[in-house]
């Protein structure tokens, strides 16, 4: 597969065509646009948002996305939506071992398993994390999720994005977003698993950088989108795509007798971005203690209360260590917002053993957790030369809002039942 051309740029005005003329110049909607397309308008904000936060791109394509079937139900019981859809688990640290890949045969849609959820969708309030456990490609399926933007964060095997704005390749290491409303499917090599946020709230989009100044963490030329491409059908027989839709916790299909991928032009901010986590320049301490791990933002969905957010995205990618007279690791702590956790690939420096690539960790709003019995006696008497923590990913979708783990998740979903055990070792110091 050749690689695929991107456009380079947090939250620019793309424009792009892939046939030449098909943009109209100086107008978004002229009375007959360009090769007899038509335009579209996607918004991502409401049309008065402040200009800073107003998201959207215009397609020109062969047929509006209004042409499609009628909308008849579909089940995905795996995928739940908001707290309502949660159970309600005792406030413990929770952890999940990796979940093997299941034997059937699963698109993206149908693999996809809920772990824990928070808000409402109708509300546009709160987050879901989910697995994916992707063994075969969507074939002449498209989705259309109305209720969110979705994170991507590959977990094994490399995801082929095609949307309506063009196509996406996704290794691991990589992130993707698709912003709410925007058609795509997912095509895979093989069997392929990841990590996926599903943000309700506000778009994801950079968090202010304070003190650090006009650079560092993630800088905004190191998101790529795509450059617009369309499924070409005049050479080919028709056969129908079914289109699903996700909307208020639901889920809805119909057919079409024609791609959604029909966009032969678009301009706009409102579109499909990757991110290398590679390029990701990390903020750490050159004096001591360990700093707040905020540091490790890189995509911030805000709420209505300042620096409260409805969702953080949070890696946590190699670096060094160099901090004098510090414990190392992350402290112990509690605090307010809640943290879901996953891992890539490498070890996690709190939990050396027992957070597995492709496991998770819940750790809710107020419930203590921290370094375990093995890695606080290793930092707490380990010689603070400079250290590298290497050939390491996890990350955190961190939520104002108390996470409710699924049935599926407490059930079916490789609950580690003795993770409370990994402090168990921690003895009581007793003062003289
Ligand atoms: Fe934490």
């Not at 397609?59 to 209004?66: G, I």
Request: aromatic share 10%.
């Amino acid at each position: 597969m050749t690689a695929l051309r991107y456009q380079s740029g947090f939250g620019n005005q793309f424009a792009t065509e892939a046939l030449p003329g098909a943009l109209p110049v100086g107008r978004n909607s002229p009375q007959r646009p360009p090769l007899g397309l038509y335009a579209e308008l996607l918004s991502g904000s409401a049309f008065t948002a402040p200009r800073a936060d107003n998201r959207r791109t215009w397609f020109y394509r062969h047929q509006p996305s209004v042409v499609v079937g009628g909308y008849t139900p579909l089940a995905l019981p795996l995928w739940a939506t908001g707290a309502a859809s949660g159970v309600a688990a005792p406030p413990d640290p929770l952890r999940w071992h990796p979940v093997p890949m299941p034997a059937e045969d699963l698109d993206f849609l149908d693999g996809l398993r809920t772990v824990v959820v928070n808000g409402d969708a109708d509300a546009q309030t709160g987050m879901a994390a989910h697995l994916a456990f992707i063994t075969r490609s969507m074939e002449r399926r498209a989705c259309v999720n109305a209720d969110g933007e979705l994170l991507l964060v590959p977990q094994s095997g490399t995801l082929h994005l095609q949307t309506e704005c063009g196509h996406l390749d996704v290794a691991p290491g990589e992130i993707a977003v698709i912003p709410r409303g925007l058609a795509f499917r997912v095509a895979v090599d093989g069997p392929s698993s990841a990590y996926v946020c599903e943000n309700y709230g506000a778009p994801f989009r950079l968090p202010e950088l304070g003190p650090i100044g006009s650079n560092g963490l993630a800088n905004p030329r190191d998101f790529l989108a795509p450059v617009a491409a369309f499924d070409d059908e005049r050479a080919q027989p028709r056969t129908d795509w079914e289109i699903v839709k996700k909307f208020g916790g639901s889920f809805w299909r119909a057919t079409q007798d024609h791609s959604p991928f029909n966009v032969v032009a678009w301009h706009g901010n409102l579109t499909p971005l990757k991110y290398d986590t590679a390029h990701f320049m990390t903020i750490g301490s050159i004096s001591f203690d360990h700093p707040d791990p905020s540091i490790f933002t890189v995509l911030t969905s805000p709420s209505d209360t300042p620096g409260t957010a409805n969702c953080d995205v949070v890696i946590f990618p190699p670096r060094w260590l160099v901090a004098e007279d510090t414990f190392r690791p992350p402290w112990y702590h509690r605090n307010v917002m809640s943290e879901f956790m996953g891992l890539v690939h490498g070890q996690y420096d709190a939990k050396p053993e027992g957070f597995r690539p492709g496991g998770a960790s819940l750790h809710n709003s107020m419930v203590p957790h921290g370094p375990d019995t093995e890695a606080f006696a290793k930092a707490s008497a380990a010689t603070l030369a400079p250290h590298k923590l290497d050939h390491t990913l996890a990350f955190m979708f961190e939520s104002r809002w108390r996470m409710k783990p699924t049935a599926w998740a407490l059930r079916d979903g490789a609950l580690d039942t003795a993770y409370a055990a990994c402090w168990a070792g921690l003895k009581e110091q007793t003062t003289p």
